[in-house]
């Protein structure tokens, strides 16, 4: 599946017929963006980005399309998931059209999960559809949300409610990026790391608990978890591209995670998205616990790495009111899963051993979380 | 291809693969509706409708999903082409969430082409997706958009310009609700059977020519003169579902069309969009003469079928200013059809004969717009 490259280049390939791309991971290789758009006959591309990461990365990728011989056009939008919005879908899309974004034309996402959902979103729908590059620069961007042709924006009644499934042209992964993350944003996307071997892949679990300060120091160890998380997730994807089966696995933890942003209004200073994620793990085992799927110990494993690399496991973690249980039943009846009024869970009976859960009962939730928000709080590194 | 059944209703299939359904059509079909969304599993559906058309034919509509026990919430919009916005997507998609449609559930769209491209649009990003049923109140969306999946709202730029490809599960076009169109509407409609005879059908455009008083008048005539429409776009978007060859002949005279609108801000008391199309059609016949590609007299054969029965053949006939060729040019190159910056005409070598072309020179087509610009103003029906 994955193919190492002399120089630390790790192309993955996703398999979805006519909608095939591929994922080039490892240093440097943003600069190839201009080629890249070229050998796709782009003859004008529009660079979608945050004030953020603009001030980072924003130049040397102007450099590459011109130098390329493409018209070039910045779009910069403000960061924060706030940014995930209608106002700023259709501020985008405007631009789109000022940069005269035609079919054969592309659209450039670099930035995290928040320029890759917008930004991939007005590709999808302008003019009905136009391409993107992803070119993803945090960590969680690089692991989940620029791979998979998720698209979208929130609403105040939840997260990635309107939006589209359209797949990126080419991904451009570029490892030296994440040198300009906080420690808090690395953490965070690490999260989604770890899901992977927790939903499929016991082994990457291990490989992971003995090696994750290696990852988080950056070289190969971090090339090779970004590979192999990429190259889980397309797997699922080629097996299911619009979520009416397997795909949902990728949700593990995610049910939780959503409903816990939404209770804390998308407040990124509160809760990332990350962060939502590692405590949605924790709740997702300990849930199955609470069902007699999985042993106690096992739950304790999972939570234990995930507080080892100082990720938060319970809702207690979360600064602040998050709202009762009753709340979070509401917010988590929002799902885009939602089927029929049924909730769906991802549930566990081992680490690596995740499965679709249709038939639990709401009121098994709702006590479970009642019994989770009754816990003393404990500190965050106790 | 076309099922006549005993009792005037006819089926026409839409071959998509996965993604085939059928267009009844026929007087009192909308009465099938809740029996309709029953067999395709819905439980909740969302009407969208405007003001003038929930007046009109909402309340049976309603009456019929109850009678069937589907959960029904209506969503009305403000009527006119304004409501194709950013700002009235927002609210519909809104008015969705709080009806809590989820996969699985369904949007019913009743009313014109602008009802139907918005709400259409919104069944396609909601969730990433959820089935809709066009239940088209003009003829303009009976024998048009209602059918092949485009849905969309317009931008300050151009018309459509933001939206997505998504087929409905089902149209339901009944012809009794035509009644209440006044002959404005009903002409402007009729533009667009017109189109499908100069497309392809030579033999259904002098049938037109022969029985256009009976299709108006209602009956038999009427619905297979729709069935016969429909037919052809199915046809047509069978064979290319996404527009990448043969789908853009139906553009016969948008791209003047689309152009026009633009120049009179989509004000529809100046100019609605069949009407927009009825001088598209014209305008694309005496560009062709023009190059020399077919005859003045067949290009003054289908103005004279136009003029028969009222509709505008010439700019001049747009009531206000509308500009000069340049910004006609301006408005026509931000067509979603552009392509490395060349236009694409749909032209003609004859009545039924229609071909598409991208390598006419632009300023061929500037050239013939000032000549029709400078041309001495008809009255209306001289």
Request: include cysteine; glycine fraction near 10%.
């Amino acid at each position: 599946m994955t193919v190492f490259a002399p120089d630390d280049l790790t192309v993955v390939p996703v398999s979805l017929g006519d909608r095939s791309y591929e994922i080039k991971i490892g240093p440097g290789v943003l600069a190839e963006a201009g080629d890249a758009a070229k050998a796709l006959g782009a003859r004008n591309v529009a660079v979608v980005t945050d004030q953020t990461v603009a001030g980072l990365h924003l130049e040397p990728v102007m450099a590459s399309l011109e130098a390329a011989g493409i018209n070039a056009a910045p779009i910069i939008v403000p960061p924060g998931e706030s940014t995930k919005s209608f106002a700023h879908l259709e501020k985008v899309c405007a631009g789109l059209l000022a940069a005269r974004i035609e079919r054969g034309d592309l659209v450039l996402a670099l930035g995290g999960g928040v320029v890759g959902d917008l930004a991939g979103f007005a590709a999808a729908v302008l003019r009905r559809g136009v391409r993107a590059i992803q070119a993803p620069t945090s960590l969680l961007a690089q692991v989940d949300s620029s791979v998979g042709g998720k698209t979208g924006i929130n609403t105040p009644v939840g997260k990635n409610l309107i939006g589209s499934f359209h797949q990126p042209s080419l991904v451009l992964a570029d490892t030296d990026v994440l040198d300009t993350l906080s420690p808090r944003e690395f953490r965070a996307g690490y999260a989604e790391v770890v899901k992977y071997g927790l939903i499929d892949d016991t082994e990457f679990f291990m490989w992971l608990e003995r090696n994750w300060q290696d990852v988080f120091a950056g070289g190969a160890a971090r090339t090779r978890a970004i590979a192999k998380s990429c190259a889980s997730k397309a797997s699922i994807v080629s097996r299911d591209e619009f979520e009416t089966g397997d795909r949902a696995l990728l949700n593990l933890g995610h049910t939780f995670a959503h409903a816990l942003e939404g209770a804390v209004a998308y407040d990124g200073t509160r809760l990332v998205h990350g962060e939502a994620v590692a405590i949605g793990l924790a709740l997702a085992f300990r849930f199955s616990a609470s069902l007699g799927l999985v042993s106690q110990a096992e739950a304790d494993r999972v939570v234990d790495h995930l507080r080892a690399v100082g990720l938060p496991t319970r809702i207690s973690d979360i600064p602040g009111e998050v709202g009762n249980a009753d709340r979070l039943m509401d917010l988590m009846a929002q799902d885009k899963k939602v089927k029929a009024g049924r909730l769906t869970f991802i549930l566990v009976r081992g680490i690596g051993r995740s499965f679709i859960s249709t038939d639990i009962p709401p009121q098994n939730a709702k006590s479970f979380l009642e019994a989770e928000l009754a816990e003393p709080v404990p500190s965050f590194d106790d």
